[in-house]
Structure formats: structure tokens, C-alpha cells
């Protein structure tokens, strides 16, 4: 009997990861996207595939999703974050990210993904959206409705060698905190903004005095980046037969917003889920249980109980990718500390069931 085609609303990482892996298993399958290019919601902004919420090399679990690693990257083992004027070095003994480019432009995460769709035969319809109750999987990136952080920042071309800085300080990011990332003759520097989102343009500034301070660096071609994260304390996964993935599932890190591997991770999950005829709502939320909880830990213990430097000097004395992993898997001191945290994120961040917000 022929499968049946497959529809996915939004050709980004987690839509675009379940086309490959329904496609791979013999379905047609047909994705529309709003915008005209997949990435086109980034602007050739540098982000950080995270290696630390698994034990397995982030690279190597994409390749365990059927994704090839044809995208530029950049490992970093090292990075400097600065603090009340001080700088420290953190270094780890493997990668403890891998840069990518987000945009459209060749080299990036996204249009490395859209190749690999488009040479499996899926058809992506570019400047074109259907109503979410005719599709199957909804990919669609963030819930506008449920925005709690927002990031300002520049790209630019530097002479200066790759590094990669973060910055934790009320000025420069409440409840959020600022990076620089230099690869290959190429900069990246934001301010990413958590709750109080009205003066982000002055924590960009100051971002920007902080780092002109500490390091000498030569900014050319300075162009405008930014976008939005929605955090979610209760996530979204299914409605009737559609499945929800990505940041449209509100699967995104709550502390840092790192949302990429979830991305990723969920349209595969979601792609097995259709192929073996499982259980979705079962399977990622087998997946995501203890990262979702640990998340909202580590963010009610970032913006409440411990402070940046508190912070650093955990990082600083208990480095390794063993402790980020316990960092966000939900240990033990998560899991006490979690009805409370849940608590308080809910009532700061006024985050609310996605039930009632997609309603
Ligand atoms: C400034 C910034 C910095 C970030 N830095 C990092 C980082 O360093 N590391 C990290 O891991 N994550 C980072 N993230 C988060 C990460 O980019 C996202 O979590 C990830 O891209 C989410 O993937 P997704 O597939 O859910 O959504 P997206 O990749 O956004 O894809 C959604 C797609 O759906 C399309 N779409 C939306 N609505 C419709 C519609 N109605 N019809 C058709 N198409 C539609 C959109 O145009 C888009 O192409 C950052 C985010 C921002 C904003």
C-alpha cells in the first residue's frame, strides 16, 4: 500500500530533520514555508550547537538522524567569560560546542539540512503557507504569543583569531547574558534579554563597550541581527493527529536558549514516531522529561537563588562536560529544587500552558 504523504509546516531544522527521515523511509512528503528560503529567519548569525546535554558527540548523533555534517563548523573547546570586569578562560578536553551559521547563505546549518531534503525528492514550497489543521507536523519556530527573551547583536568581518566570549552581567543582559563568536575572520557579538525586554538596546551598548574594553578587535561591515525565543513550562506535542516539533512544541533550553539539538532531535523523533506508528507524545517526552525539568531548575537558580558569579565559580571549579551533562539531565538537587522553580519561573515569566496559548 503507497504511505501517505506527509505535510510539514516550516522548512527549518526541526522540519526539515523530520522531511529527511520520512523521506529516507519511503513517504512522500511536501513542506510549505512561509518565508522564501529555508533560514531566512537568521541573518548569517553565528550560533552554537551545544555538546554537552548527551554523552554522544553532538556531530555524531546528527549522523545517527540520517543528517550528513556538510555545514561549516567550528569546535570550540575553550571560551573566556567575563564577569564584573574579570576575565576567565574555561577549557574543556573535547568540544564543548561546534559553531554553525544560521541563513540562507552557502555553509549554513540550514541550507546544508535543505539540500539534503531536496535531494531526497521532498518538495519544499517556498512563499507558501496552508493552515496548521492541514498539515501533520508543525515545525513553525517560535510561539510569537509566548516571547520571554529577545537578542540584539551585529554580524562583521575581523582580522581577530576565532574565540569565543561569554558576558554575565545585569547590564549588558537582564536575565540573559551576551557572547562574542569569531571563526574564521568572521564575528558575531549579542545581547540576548530574558523577561524585561524594554531595554535591550542599551545591554547591547554596553555589550558592546565591555568587549571593545577587553579585547582589541577591528569591526568591518557591521550588519543588524536579532530574533526571539519563547520559553514554555508546559509543552505542546500533539493536537488530534498533528505533531508538534521544535520551538513550535516550546522545546527550547530555558536558561540559555540553546533550541538547535531539540530541534533537531524532536522532528526525528517525531519522523520515527509516524514510521513505526508509536506512540509521539510518549517518545519525546521520554526524551525531553529530565532536560525540560533541569531547565527550569537551572533558570530559577540563575535568576534567583545563585548569580552569575556563583555561577562561574561552579563552572570554573567542576569543569567538565560530565557536570554540564548532570547540568542538564535534572540530578538530584534539580529534582528538589524543582517544584519550587517551577513555581517561580511560571509566575516571573507568566509562562503558561501552550494549550491556552495556541487556543
Ligand atoms: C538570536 C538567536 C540566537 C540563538 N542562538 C542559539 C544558539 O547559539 N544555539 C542554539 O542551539 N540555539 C540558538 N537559538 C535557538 C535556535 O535558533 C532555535 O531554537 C531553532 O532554530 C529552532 O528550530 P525550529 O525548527 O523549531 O524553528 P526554525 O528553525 O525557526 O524554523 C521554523 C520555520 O518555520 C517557518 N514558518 C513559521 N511560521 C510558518 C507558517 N505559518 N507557515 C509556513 N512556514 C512557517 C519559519 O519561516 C522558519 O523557516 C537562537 C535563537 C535566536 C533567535
Redo the contacts with the bound molecule.
Sequence with gaps: MPKKTIKI???????LTAGINLAKAGYTVEI????AD?G???HG?L????NWSEKVDVLDDLRTMNIDVSFDYTPFSEFFGIDGGKTRPFKFYEAIFYVVK?GSMEGSI?QSLKNQTLKLGVKIKYNQ?VSPTDVDIV????ITKAVVGA?K?IVFETTHLDIAIGIADTSVANGGYAYLLITKGYGCL?S?VCGDLSNINDCFDETKKIITKTLSLDIKNPRN?????CFATHNKYREGEKLF????AGL?DLLF???????IKS?YIAAQSIIKNQNYEKNIEKYFFKKRRAGIVNRYLWEKTLNSRTYFFLFHNLLSKKFLFSFYNFNLIQRMLYPLALKYVKNTHSLQDLQLKNS
Design positions: 509546516l516550516g522548512a527549518g531544522l526541526s522540519g510549505y514555508e512561509k518565508r529555508s531566512a529567519r537568521f548569525d550560533q552554537g550547537l551545544e544560521r540550514d503557507t515545525a513553525t519556530g517560535p537578542a547583536g549579542f540576548a541581527v536579532g530574533g526571539v525565543a516539533v521544535g520551538e513550535a527550547q536558549g540553546f533550541g538547535m539539538r531539540h530541534a522532528g
